[in-house]
């Protein structure tokens, strides 16, 4: 009995590498799907930029806006100092949901009551993504 337990070898070293490199293997493929689910999730972002406002009248505002993201957006409200203008017309390169394509701009035509000459403005943009997008600008007449 003493001699059996003597004889006992431990794994090879051949074998002992051979599963080290399947466990690093099994390990960076796991890692690569994981980073390659995050990237996918993270490229879909919408972001909008809000390049300018235009004042034409005391009631009259335009905003100038880009689609910076990677996918097409949904504006759902327009907001000046989180109050709703009476009428908002979405103009070049909208569709007819609200939506602007991806790498495109836009403008938002918007009537509210009366606004000051040479006050400061906070217009909003929301979208459907639950994103919030703000430009504030001092109120000036073209």
């Not at 390990?27 to 994981?34: G, K, Q, R, T």
């Not at 919408?46 to 009248?57: A, D, H, K, M, P």
């Not at 217009?123 to 994103?131: P, W």
């Amino acid at each position: 009995m003493k001699k059996l337990l003597k004889s006992k070898k431990a794994l090879s070293p051949v074998v002992a590498a051979i599963i080290l490199i399947a466990v690093t293997v099994a390990v960076s493929i796991a890692v690569a799907a994981w980073m390659g689910a995050l990237t996918f999730t993270f490229m879909k972002t919408e972001e909008l930029r809000i390049t300018s406002v235009t004042f034409q009248s005391n009631t009259t505002a335009t905003i100038a806006c880009t689609n910076t993201g990677a996918d097409t957006l949904t504006v759902t409200a327009v907001t000046i100092d989180d109050a709703t203008p009476s009428i908002v017309t979405y103009g070049v390169n909208f569709a007819q949901d609200h939506s602007l394509a991806k790498g495109l701009a836009g403008t938002i035509a918007i009537t509210s009551s009366p606004l000051t000459s040479g006050a400061k403005y906070t217009f909003a943009v929301l979208t459907a993504g639950g994103n919030k997008y703000t430009y504030t600008t001092t109120a000036v007449w073209s």
